[in-house]
Structures are given as structure tokens and as C-alpha cells.
């Protein structure tokens, strides 16, 4: 059993690296809200966001305080009023949004602070800096309503949170902004982050939601653009109302120049690390260009698939298959769409009595190699395989013997072949066979 555990630990710590490359000295703007603080698990997120900065990514919090003021405003018999979806914050309401801004803060030092020896932030040496990054203006009178200290970001300062991260510091931001006139004003945590994201060119901003994550069908959204996010709020009146408002601000955000941003449930243990480390993620990603897709292929694909591997089969590189032959077998392919265009396809024919299937077909269009496709492909096929009980992967190949080789392939003989392909050898062709272990 240790042993199990031991292999899948180091498979799961391998297979972060690619993302801990990635990652490492990029900017992240991460907004939580004021239930995420008061939280008695708010430790962990701290414990996770900690790990992020000792990976080198450069970090600013945009943090919430809706129940830190709430809280303050009931010891004082008063209530923060909301008028068509905006709050209206008089004196006696700034007065509690300060206290309760200055109470997170210090909260959030604290526990960057910590360096218990047997505490996850063991070792861990953090500087967290704030201050008066945000320069706001006052909402104003809207249809009548003089919103008073509710104000809307009026500029941000770029460098100086720049500097900050430059240094190696933790930026940590309230939802506060100040006037030129020296007026404080109460802000929305999303919209800071969102701003913060923009003007500083992050390449993350994430979200962390307290209710479930975006779901079609029952699976989290993984991925929508812009004009995604306003078809879905378009259509979906169902969904909440701090969704709805994460999603309008993502939405802006990319099209403000924020290259990522994700929305995660804080609901799911561990979600901003799942999110950031492994292939699937927790979330939902918004991106300004649409991913691209991939997918199981369907019978009219068959075109595409064909226009994609007709000229490797003229070169013999590929077995010639006809239309009627990939129409039956369309089922066994998986692709990648670009913009309704078929860019990579391989296909997956399992021999389940041997506990074995055949990688065949792999193909990626000629403006499109060398940017990882077939990776990725291949990848998902392994993924495949292992849900179905496959323990190795086989292929046949002429040409691309040592590209397979380079992803784990090793040399086989015929003989290792299931006795169904075996008999199916062609010996003119002469083919390598290849074979792979599956974890």
C-alpha cells in the first residue's frame, strides 16, 4: 500500500512540472471574498496561496469584507442599504468598511506570518505590503439615488504595485479606493481585482466564488470567450447573482487585455491548486481567443479527417483508409478542432481481451506541427485508455518511430502483438512496433 502511494505521489509531483514552468514568475491577481476570510478553513487558502509564492509567481489579493461590515453595522443597529443591485454607503457605513478593510488585513499578515516548524508555512518568509494603490471617484446620483461613499475605480496605480512585486513582496489590496480630495470610498472586491488585473497585464486573474462552479449538463464549464460569457447570461437567468457578476467582470477583464481569467468554487478542497496544477482544472477558464477543441470525432468529420491524412497516406506514411472504413470507425478518433477545422486527429482501437490497444492514425496538419498537438492527443488517448482498463498501448509505425520513442514508446516484436492484430501484420510493410506502459 505505501508503496502505491509513494508511486502516485511521485507521478502527481512529475506531472506538475510542466505547470511549475510555466507559472514561475508570472503575475496572478487573486480576489476572495469576505466569507472566504471569515472561514475557519481560511488558513488553508493562505497555506495554498503561500506555495504559489514560494514557486516564484508574483501574487496580488484583492480581498472582499461584506460580512466583516455587516457585522460591524449590526453592533451599531444599522444595515448597509442596497438599491437596484448597488450599496449605498453613508458615514456610519464607511466607518464599519474601514474597520472591517484594516481587521482583514491584518488578519491576512498574520497568518503570513506564521512559521510554525510544523506548519505548511514552515520556512516560508513572506513580506505582504498595501497601501493606497487605488484611485477612486464616487458612483454619484443614479435615477435619484445618491450612493454617497460607494464609489467605482478611477485609475490604478501601475507602478508602484509593479515595484512591489519586483521586490519580491505580496501584494495585498482592500476594496478601498481614495480621492485626490483625500475622500475614502467603498468599492466592489471584483471590480478592484479586475482592474488591478488589467492594468498591471496580468496573465491570471482568478475568482474564487462561494457558491458551485459553472456546470452544463452536470460538468463544470471548462471554457468560455467573452462572447460565451454574454450568450450564457443571456440565457441562463437561473444563475446566481455572484456568478453572474464574476462573469460579467471576467468577461471585461479579457476584454481589457487580461490574457486568463478562471473562476473557481472555493467550496472544492484544494481548488486553486487543482486549478493552476493539473490538466483538468477545478474551474472555469475565460480567455479572450477560444481553445481549442477537443473532442470525440463524429460522422461529419469524416471529410475533415480525411483532408487531414489523405496526403500522409500518399506518402505512405499513414495505411490508406477509405471513406467507408472511416465511417465505420469514426467512433475510435479523437480530434482537435480550430475554428471548425479538423488540425489533429489519432485514433484508439482497443483489444480489451488483452487488456491492449493500438495508437493509429496520428496526424496533425502541416501549419500546425511542432506546437504540441499530437501531445496533446496522444495524451488524452492514455487518458482514455486507463478509464477503460488498457494497461499498453501499441503502435505501428515507419516513419515516426523515434517521435514515439521520445513519449515513453519502447521496441517490441510482432509476438507481443494481441493474437487479433497479429494476424493482421502486414510483413511488406514491415512497420516498428512500439509499446507503452500505462501507469
Same mark, same amino acid.
Given at each position: 500500500?505505501?508503496?502505491?502511494?509513494?508511486?502516485?505521489?511521485?507521478?502527481?509531483?512529475?506531472?506538475?512540472?510542466?505547470?511549475?514552468?510555466?507559472?514561475?514568475? #508570472?503575475?496572478?491577481?487573486?480576489?476572495?471574498?469576505?466569507?472566504?476570510?471569515?472561514?475557519?478553513?481560511?488558513?488553508?487558502?493562505?497555506?495554498?496561496?503561500?506555495?504559489?509564492?514560494?514557486?516564484?509567481?508574483?501574487?496580488?489579493?484583492?480581498?472582499?469584507?461584506?460580512?466583516?461590515?455587516?457585522?460591524?453595522?449590526?453592533?451599531?443597529?444599522?444595515?448597509?442599504?442596497?438599491?437596484?443591485?448597488?450599496? !449605498?454607503?453613508?458615514?456610519?457605513?464607511?466607518?464599519?468598511?474601514?474597520?472591517?478593510?484594516?481587521?482583514?488585513?491584518?488578519?491576512?499578515?498574520?497568518?503570513?506570518?506564521?512559521?510554525?516548524?510544523?506548519?505548511?508555512?514552515? +520556512?516560508?518568509?513572506?513580506?505582504?505590503?498595501?497601501?493606497?494603490?487605488?484611485?477612486?471617484?464616487?458612483?454619484?446620483?443614479?435615477?435619484?439615488?445618491?450612493?454617497?461613499?460607494?464609489?467605482?475605480?478611477?485609475?490604478?496605480?501601475?507602478?508602484?504595485?509593479?515595484?512591489?512585486?519586483?521586490?519580491?513582496?505580496?501584494?495585498?489590496?482592500?476594496?478601498?479606493?481614495?480621492?485626490?480630495? +483625500?475622500? !475614502?470610498?467603498?468599492?466592489?472586491?471584483?471590480?478592484?481585482?479586475?482592474?488591478?488585473?488589467?492594468?498591471?497585464?496580468?496573465? #491570471?486573474?482568478?475568482?474564487?466564488?462561494?457558491?458551485?462552479?459553472?456546470? $452544463?449538463?452536470?460538468?463544470?464549464?471548462?471554457?468560455?470567450?467573452?462572447?460565451?460569457?454574454?450568450?450564457?447570461?443571456?440565457?441562463?437567468?437561473?444563475?446566481?447573482?455572484?456568478?453572474?457578476?464574476?462573469?460579467?467582470?471576467?468577461?471585461?477583464?479579457?476584454?481589457?487585455?487580461?490574457?486568463?481569467?478562471?473562476?473557481?468554487?472555493?467550496?472544492?478542497?484544494?481548488?486553486?491548486?487543482?486549478?493552476?496544477?493539473?490538466?483538468?482544472?477545478?474551474?472555469?477558464?475565460?480567455?479572450?481567443?477560444?481553445?481549442?477543441?477537443?473532442?470525440?470525432?463524429?460522422?461529419?468529420?469524416?471529410?475533415?479527417?480525411?483532408?487531414?491524412?489523405?496526403p500522409l497516406e500518399e506518402k505512405g506514411m499513414l495505411v490508406r483508409r477509405s471513406r467507408e472504413l472511416l465511417?465505420?470507425?469514426?467512433?475510435?478518433?479523437?480530434?482537435?478542432?480550430?475554428?471548425?477545422?479538423?488540425?489533429?486527429?489519432?485514433?484508439?482501437?482497443?483489444?480489451? #481481451?488483452?487488456?491492449?490497444?493500438?495508437?493509429?492514425?496520428?496526424?496533425?496538419?502541416?501549419?500546425?506541427? +511542432?506546437?504540441?498537438?499530437?501531445?496533446?492527443?496522444?495524451?488524452?488517448?492514455?487518458?482514455?485508455?486507463?478509464?477503460?482498463?488498457?494497461?499498453?498501448?501499441?503502435?505501428?509505425?515507419?516513419?515516426?518511430?523515434?517521435?514515439?520513442?521520445?513519449?515513453?514508446?519502447?521496441?517490441?516484436?510482432?509476438?507481443?502483438?494481441?493474437?487479433?492484430?497479429?494476424?493482421?501484420?502486414?510483413?511488406? $510493410?514491415?512497420?516498428?512496433?512500439?509499446?507503452?506502459?500505462?501507469?
Amino acid at each position: 500500500m505505501s508503496r502505491i502511494v509513494s508511486d502516485s505521489f511521485i507521478n502527481w509531483f512529475r506531472a506538475t512540472s510542466p505547470y511549475v514552468h510555466a507559472h514561475r514568475g #508570472k503575475t496572478f491577481v487573486l480576489a476572495f471574498s469576505g466569507q472566504a476570510v471569515a472561514d475557519e478553513n481560511f488558513s488553508t487558502l493562505i497555506h495554498d496561496i503561500a506555495l504559489l509564492h514560494g514557486l516564484g509567481i508574483r501574487l496580488v489579493l484583492v480581498h472582499g469584507s461584506r460580512p466583516q461590515i455587516e457585522e460591524r453595522l449590526r453592533l451599531r443597529d444599522a444595515e448597509m442599504a442596497y438599491i437596484n443591485g448597488l450599496r !449605498v454607503t453613508d458615514e456610519t457605513a464607511l466607518t464599519c468598511v474601514k474597520e472591517a478593510a484594516g481587521s482583514v488585513r491584518v488578519e491576512i499578515e498574520a497568518l503570513f506570518s506564521t512559521a510554525a516548524s510544523n506548519s505548511p508555512m514552515a +520556512g516560508a518568509q513572506i513580506r505582504v505590503t498595501s497601501g493606497n494603490f487605488v484611485t477612486a471617484r464616487p458612483i454619484g446620483v443614479r435615477e435619484g439615488t445618491d450612493y454617497l461613499y460607494t464609489g467605482e475605480v478611477r485609475r490604478i496605480e501601475t507602478r508602484a504595485i509593479c515595484n512591489q512585486l519586483e521586490a519580491g513582496n505580496l501584494v495585498v489590496i482592500p476594496p478601498l479606493g481614495y480621492s485626490p480630495t +483625500g475622500e !475614502v470610498f467603498n468599492l466592489s472586491a471584483a471590480d478592484v481585482a479586475a482592474a488591478v488585473a488589467a492594468s498591471i497585464n496580468a496573465d #491570471k486573474l482568478i475568482l474564487l466564488t462561494e457558491g458551485k462552479s459553472l456546470k $452544463r449538463s452536470g460538468k463544470t464549464l471548462s471554457h468560455l470567450t467573452p462572447a460565451q460569457v454574454d450568450m450564457t447570461l443571456a440565457r441562463r437567468a437561473s444563475l446566481s447573482a455572484e456568478l453572474r457578476l464574476l462573469l460579467i467582470k471576467a468577461a471585461t477583464a479579457c476584454r481589457k487585455g487580461v490574457k486568463r481569467v478562471h473562476l473557481v468554487s472555493r467550496s472544492i478542497e484544494g481548488a486553486l491548486l487543482r486549478e493552476l496544477f493539473t490538466r483538468d482544472g477545478a474551474g472555469t477558464l475565460v480567455s479572450r481567443e477560444p481553445f481549442d477543441l477537443i473532442r470525440q470525432a463524429r460522422i461529419d468529420d469524416v471529410g475533415g479527417i480525411l483532408a487531414l491524412i489523405e496526403p500522409l497516406e500518399e506518402k505512405g506514411m499513414l495505411v490508406r483508409r477509405s471513406r467507408e472504413l472511416l465511417e465505420t470507425e469514426i467512433n475510435h478518433f479523437t480530434l482537435i478542432e480550430r475554428d471548425g477545422t479538423v488540425i489533429a486527429c489519432a485514433a484508439i482501437f482497443p483489444y480489451e #481481451k488483452d487488456a491492449m490497444a493500438e495508437v493509429a492514425c496520428v496526424a496533425v496538419h502541416p501549419d500546425y506541427q +511542432g506546437k504540441g498537438f499530437g501531445d496533446t492527443l496522444l495524451q488524452r488517448l492514455e487518458q482514455m485508455a486507463v478509464q477503460q482498463g488498457i494497461e499498453t498501448l501499441f503502435v505501428l509505425t515507419t516513419v515516426s518511430s523515434h517521435w514515439f520513442q521520445e513519449r515513453g514508446f519502447r521496441k517490441g516484436e510482432v509476438q507481443s502483438l494481441p493474437m487479433a492484430r497479429r494476424s493482421l501484420y502486414n510483413y511488406r $510493410r514491415n512497420s516498428r512496433v512500439l509499446v507503452k506502459q500505462l501507469d
